[in-house]
């Protein structure tokens, strides 16, 4: 049968892909092996750390997400799992550290975020959504480890003042659009 | 006049090709060359852009380079005078579209909520249609046709978004770009980064190409824009085209119709019809790691065709679907099993409606593979199976089942939503069918776009493990089944052709090479 072609020629990318599925057989490979040395060797549940940050490699870089993965999601993506990376290493390998370093770093995702989005609001409008969801979870770590805890460092301070104004911020800035912007998100 | 002599601060952006880079100067060495009543003109025609458009940097600026860009065409190329030039670029056409901001954002309809649900790197479902023209396509003509006909499809000028429960669409205001093929047809695009476009415009030798993400619409919504984009081509190169037969006036306003989810125009029923069947034969070939391998178009004398399906007394889509089933049996090694083929069906000749979101079912097809043996075996059961299953009654059985289905699941957030859809699709897939064939029919075109459109072609995205899916479009006399390949194996449409040459239907067939080898 002949056949004219009628379409570009294409440059090979298959390097890439290969290079894909060469790093994710290798850390689907750390992943099984790490849980059975620790079983083995015994001690402390270092591979849960491992675990996590594997995933967090994989979904951060080789798996991103196909839809919302711009400046402000990524972001709250990192903020997230840095967060629950610190609470691991806190319950697995070494505790007492983690009300100060938590709020520090969650206090520097907040301020990262509230600069992302102020710089360029017109277009991050529709980007707030992850912003407004690692702010709520901010103020709630915040009310609880403040209130409930009583821890009154200087960290957890600033983590709820900076995540109270950035929430209070955004609406001011938004208002209208603010509410648009939730009936989007939250239509059935 | 001042910022288009003197943008020497623009930078250009570095993917910019050879020609455009080059642009600013010799825009520059033409406005200089002018004459004081054209360069008055010029300053009319920057004011009015500049009232046009208030996007915000860089999209203005490319905004700006492309009719810059199609200025110096029109005047130095085809030797056009300016004032000739700027009443085919009038800025009118640009509407308030670029100078309002994005507020719109639109539900997905029913059959659209499953695309985002379903998707995974390197899997999307992205549909094409071309259209091939008499000369060489401008691509600085295209842009400024895809600049202003965007506005008339507000619901196509959007991103996709993940809201708490369902994705939706929202409405972008950006330089919509118009690119040069180089690369796999109907690749998944990437619609994740802030204000992506969820469709392409693509442009080889003389051929126009739209890409739609399935989300935005479905191949009738697909084959008005095509045609309202070439009517605008046209129009660009002096070519009047009536707004009739599919092409959109892009001064009107959008209606609120051609947005509306036609899935809520199902009458009410307690019937309902399931999704889910039984797994189907697939073609043998083994499975290409590239997406698709290959892209070929069978292109038939129409008359022909329909000539001999007459005389079988059948439809071509019968008849067609006939010539499939022969050919699926030839590309496999099993003799036991159902070859299955999903068949969609246009629901706005049961329910009539302007949408130009999804608005379509499907039915299915089932042979077993033992008495698929001749052509005149299995005509009468398809041709039952066919008029049965796309009966306004059981298409309204299926809107139904979309409905509850939708409905019963709507409440469910998001993330739990989508890992189980991507488990249940990943096991499901395709598997249920072998193959599919869409027929879009005859496509009529209105005089100015009748006498230089000289073909058109309408191909589907692959599959999982389908290894071809067809699609079939004809116009003048030209029917066009093109065939999406997803295995090198030739075992399929070599049946194809030789049962074309067995019924003395003329055709020639071109395609792509194939790719990844």
């Known amino acids: ?188 | 006049m001042e910022r288009l002599l003197s943008n020497k601060k623009i930078k250009q952006r570095k993917e910019k090709p050879l020609a455009l880079l080059s642009s600013k100067s010799r825009f520059q060495t033409f406005a200089d060359e002018l004459t004081k009543e054209d360069r008055a003109l010029l300053t009319h025609f920057d004011q009015n852009f500049h009232q046009a458009v208030s996007l915000i940097n860089p999209e203005a600026k490319l905004l700006y380079d492309d009719y810059k860009n199609a200025i110096l065409l029109l005047c130095e190329k085809q030797k056009l005078p300016l004032e000739e030039a700027l009443k085919r670029l009038d800025t009118c056409d640009l509407g308030g579209f670029y100078a309002r901001p994005p507020i719109l954002w639109y539900p997905l309809d029913n059959a659209a909520k499953v695309y985002p649900l379903s998707m995974k790197h390197g899997q999307m479902a992205v549909f094409r249609l071309s259209a091939y023209l008499d000369e060489p396509i401008i691509p600085e003509l295209l842009q400024i046709a895809l600049d202003t006909t965007i506005k008339r499809f507000p619901f196509f000028a959007t991103t996709i978004k993940a809201g708490f429960f369902w994705h939706y669409i929202d409405s972008t205001k950006r330089r919509f770009n118009a690119e040069p093929e180089s690369d796999l047809p109907c690749k998944p695009m990437n619609v994740s980064i802030s204000g992506a476009q969820s469709f392409r415009v693509l442009y080889y030798q003389n051929r126009i190409s739209v890409e739609f993400f399935h989300i935005l619409t479905d191949g009738s919504g697909g084959l008005t824009f095509l045609k309202t984009l070439l009517a605008q081509y046209m129009k660009l190169q002096g070519i009047e085209v009536p707004s009739a037969m599919g092409v959109l006036n892009i001064n009107d306003a959008p209606t609120t119709e051609e947005a509306e989810n036609g899935f809520l125009k199902a009458e009410p029923s307690k019937k309902t019809s399931g999704f889910i069947s039984k797994t189907a034969l697939q073609m043998s070939g083994k499975l290409s790691s590239v997406k698709p391998v290959q892209i070929l178009h069978f292109v038939m004398d129409a008359e022909k065709a329909k000539n001999v399906a007459k005389s079988k007394d059948a439809t071509v889509t019968t008849f067609m679907l006939a010539l499939i089933f022969l050919a699926c049996k030839y590309a496999t090694d099993d003799i036991k099993g159902r070859l299955q083929i999903q068949v969609p069906v246009n629901m706005r000749k049961h329910y009539p409606s302007t949408t130009m979101r999804n608005f379509s079912m499907y039915c299915t097809i089932k042979l077993p593979i033992e008495i698929v043996n001749s052509l005149d075996d299995i005509l009468p059961e398809i041709k039952k199976q066919l008029t049965e299953g796309s009966s306004k009654e059981n298409m309204n059985e299926m809107l139904n089942s979309t409905i509850k289905m939708v409905n019963s699941f709507r409440f469910i957030p998001l993330f739990i939503k989508k890992p189980a859809a991507k488990v249940i699709y990943g096991v499901l897939g395709d598997a249920v069918l072998t193959t599919t064939l869409s027929n879009l029919g005859l496509v009529e075109l209105p005089e100015g776009l009748n006498e230089h459109v000289t073909n058109m072609d309408f191909v589907l995205g692959t599959g999982i493990t389908n290894r071809a899916s067809c699609s079939m479009i004809t116009v003048h006399n030209n029917l066009n089944l093109s065939i999406t390949k997803l295995t090198a194996d030739p075992s399929f449409e070599n049946k194809i052709s030789d049962l074309l040459k067995q019924f003395d239907i003329p055709f020639k067939v071109q395609g792509s090479p194939l790719y990844g080898n």
């Open chain 1, 1 to 188: 049968m002949e056949i004219e072609i009628i379409y570009p020629s294409i440059k090979k990318r298959v390097k890439r892909q290969q290079l894909n599925l060469i790093i994710s057989y290798l850390m689907a490979a750390a992943a099984y092996i790490c849980p059975i040395i620790n079983l083995l060797v015994g001690g402390k549940a270092w591979s849960a750390i491992v675990l996590w940050s594997l995933w967090m490699i994989w979904t951060n870089i080789f798996n991103a997400p196909l839809v919302e993965d711009n400046l402000i999601s990524r972001t709250s993506r990192l903020a997230f799992d840095c967060a629950v990376l610190l609470l691991l290493i806190e319950l697995f390998l070494k505790s007492g550290w983690l009300g100060f370093v938590l709020p520090i770093v969650c206090f520097g995702a907040i301020i990262l975020l509230g600069v992302f989005f102020f710089i360029n609001i017109p277009k991050q409008k529709q980007n707030l959504m992850p912003m407004i969801w690692v702010d709520l979870g901010a103020i709630v770590g915040f009310i609880f480890v403040f209130f409930v805890w009583k821890l009154k460092s200087w960290p957890v301070i600033s983590l709820g003042i900076s995540s109270i104004t950035l929430l209070i911020a955004s609406v001011a800035v938004l208002r209208k659009s603010f509410w648009l912007e939730l009936k989007k998100r939250f239509h059935l």
